[in-house]
C-alpha cells in the first residue's frame, strides 16, 4: 500500500474490471479510501460510497432498479459530509476515462447537486479525486 499513498497504482485488479477502464480508476480510488479511512482524524472517509447506477443487468433486474430509485446520471461516487469550509453539503465524484466527457442526463444531475449546495467534480484519475477529498475535507496529507 506504500505505493498508492504515494499516488501510484498498486495494479491488483479483479479480472472483472478492464484495465484502463473508468471501472479501473474508481476502484484504485476506493483502494486510496480504504487505506486511510481508519486511521484518527480521517474517520470521514468511510461514509464515501459508489452508487452503482449503471450496468448490464437482466431486464428484470433493470426494471426493479429503476421502480426502487434508479436515476440515470447520478454521479458514480457520494460523499456525505460537509466541506472543510462549511460551503458545501456533500461532494459528488463523476469518474471518467481521459477523453472522455459527462453525458447531457449527467451534466443536469451535476447543477441539480450544485443548486442544493453540493460540490460536484468530474475526475479522469483516481489521483485527481483524491486530491480533491483531501481539498474538501480538509485532511492533513500531501496531495498526489
Known amino acids: 500500500?506504500?505505493?498508492l499513498a504515494a499516488g501510484k497504482s498498486t495494479g491488483r485488479r479483479s479480472p472483472l474490471i478492464k484495465p484502463g477502464s473508468e471501472d479501473e480508476i474508481q476502484a484504485t480510488f476506493f483502494e486510496w479510501i480504504d487505506l486511510y479511512k481508519e486511521q484518527k482524524g480521517f474517520y470521514r472517509l468511510q461514509a464515501c460510497y459508489a452508487i452503482p447506477n449503471v450496468g448490464s443487468y437482466a431486464r428484470a433486474q433493470n426494471a426493479k432498479l429503476k421502480l426502487t430509485g434508479r436515476r440515470p446520471g447520478v454521479p458514480d461516487v457520494h460523499?456525505?459530509?460537509e466541506s472543510a469550509d462549511g460551503l458545501d453539503g456533500g461532494l459528488w465524484i463523476e469518474f471518467k476515462k481521459p477523453g472522455e466527457k459527462p453525458t447531457a442526463v449527467q451534466l443536469e444531475w451535476h447543477q441539480r447537486l450544485r443548486n442544493?449546495?453540493?460540490?460536484?467534480?468530474?475526475?479522469?484519475?483516481?489521483?485527481?479525486?483524491?486530491?480533491?477529498?483531501?481539498?474538501?475535507?480538509?485532511?492533513?496529507?500531501?496531495?498526489?
Open 116 to 144: 442544493l449546495g453540493h460540490r460536484v467534480k468530474v475526475c479522469t484519475s483516481w489521483t485527481d479525486a483524491a486530491n480533491i477529498v483531501i481539498e474538501y475535507l480538509g485532511l492533513l496529507l500531501e496531495k498526489l
Open 1 to 3: 500500500m506504500a505505493d
Open 79 to 81: 460523499l456525505p459530509v
